[in-house]
């Protein structure tokens, strides 16, 4: 390894939540329920992050905002199961999301609203990130910003921690995921709607989608991984660009595998493994993913059987 054994990968959710999985024989608007099972778990997408980093072995430390009960109930789980957190307190109460989950699979969610946040908030936030980014070899920011943070924030941060040598992953959207690829992220993750966004182009076909994932590698970004959902992803860089087919499984929970898959390729950045074996491991642990309940991420031996039904083919491209 070419890495300082001490650096870590640091995941960062702006918006975390207490997720509740209430799951039921089938959802009747207006009639009482008796749920067959109700789960808590730590919400977000870093957080999800940091989970299943964790489950493959990899250091890692949660950082983003908490507040309230609900925040001090997030952070003793992620410590109790063994998760660094290094979070920054605000005086709101993180917000509490329910997730219903119907027999046949179809999933409701009811999210709350963003805490308020102070200037001071973002201040520390900001002295927390520039510090952790000087241990950090690879930072995730991930999740939608939080309704009065400023468009720009994540393109800022970008700049900020690249300047202390730290690798960022990030997973958004809308104004956030434009203003942020200007700072040239190392991974992004759109999915088609938001690839189209960033591109300004009507994507039908997949070389269409591949010509535009390349042309963001080309930019600046060094990896760029679309989500194609069952269909699984196609994944650019500047060497090229690669198809990737995923095996059709029983799903049980479509939330937080995209955060799997995020983790997969961090996973394989941070082990330096060849791009190929990165893609495989990524794709698996988003398919181990919805095959698990509520948030729960995959472990190393829930991935290891699917890798050999992993389809990676490299792709043409036509400028």
Same mark, same amino acid.
């Given at each position: 390894?070419?890495?300082?054994k ?34 808590k778990?730590?919400g977000?997408k870093?957080?999800?992050?940091a ?9 890692v430390?949660?950082?983003?905002f ?39 699979g179809r999933?409701?969610?009811l999210n ?7 200037r001071e908030?973002?201040g !520390?936030l %900001?002295?927390l990130?520039?510090?952790? *980014?000087k241990? /950090?070899e690879w ?7 939080p $309704? ?9 941060a ?5 300047a ?17 690829i ?12 938001e ?10 076909t ?5 010509n535009?994932?390349e ?6 970004i060094?990896?760029v ?5 069952a269909?699984g ?6 060497q ?7 095996p !059709?499984v %029983? ?5 937080? *595998?995209?955060? /799997?898959?995020?983790?997969g ?5 941070? $082990? ?14 988003g398919?181990?993913?919805?095959m698990?309940?509520g ?6 031996t829930d991935?290891n059987?699917?890798?050999k039904s992993?389809q990676?083919?490299k ?5």
């Amino acid at each position: 390894m070419n890495r300082e054994k001490n650096r870590n990968i640091l995941t960062i959710t702006l918006n975390p939540a207490m997720d509740v999985f209430v799951h039921l024989e089938s959802l009747q608007p207006g009639a009482l329920h008796r749920p067959s099972q109700s789960i808590k778990s730590p919400g977000g997408k870093g957080i999800n992050v940091a989970k299943a980093l964790h489950s493959f072995g990899a250091p890692v430390v949660a950082s983003g905002f908490l507040g309230g009960d609900n925040g001090r109930w997030i952070e003793n789980s992620l410590n109790d199961a063994g998760i660094c957190t290094r979070f920054q307190s605000i005086a709101q109460e993180t917000r509490m999301n329910v997730k219903i989950v119907e027999r046949d699979g179809r999933l409701t969610e009811l999210n709350s609203p963003s805490p308020s946040l102070k200037r001071e908030d973002w201040g !520390k936030l %900001d002295s927390l990130l520039e510090n952790a *980014a000087k241990e /950090s070899e690879w930072i995730a920011l991930c999740g939608k910003l939080p $309704e009065q943070a400023p468009d720009d924030w994540y393109e800022q941060a970008i700049q900020s921690c690249k300047a202390y040598g730290a690798k960022i992953a990030l997973d958004t959207s809308g104004k956030a995921l434009a203003y942020a690829i200007r700072a040239q992220p190392d991974f992004i993750k759109p999915n088609i709607e938001e690839l189209q966004e960033l591109t300004g182009e009507n994507l039908k076909t997949s070389q269409e989608i591949i010509n535009a994932a390349e042309k963001l590698a080309r930019s600046g970004i060094s990896t760029v991984a679309v989500s194609l959902g069952a269909q699984g992803m196609i994944v650019a860089k500047r060497q090229g660009v690669w198809k990737v087919t995923v095996p !059709k499984v %029983d799903v049980r929970s479509p939330v937080g *595998a995209g955060d /799997s898959v995020v983790a997969g390729f961090l996973h394989g950045f941070y $082990e330096n493994l060849p791009i190929n074996e990165t893609i495989r491991f990524a794709a698996a642990s988003g398919t181990a993913a919805v095959m698990k309940e509520g948030t729960v991420q995959p472990e190393l031996t829930d991935i290891n059987p699917l890798l050999k039904s992993i389809q990676i083919e490299k792709q043409e491209v036509n400028q």
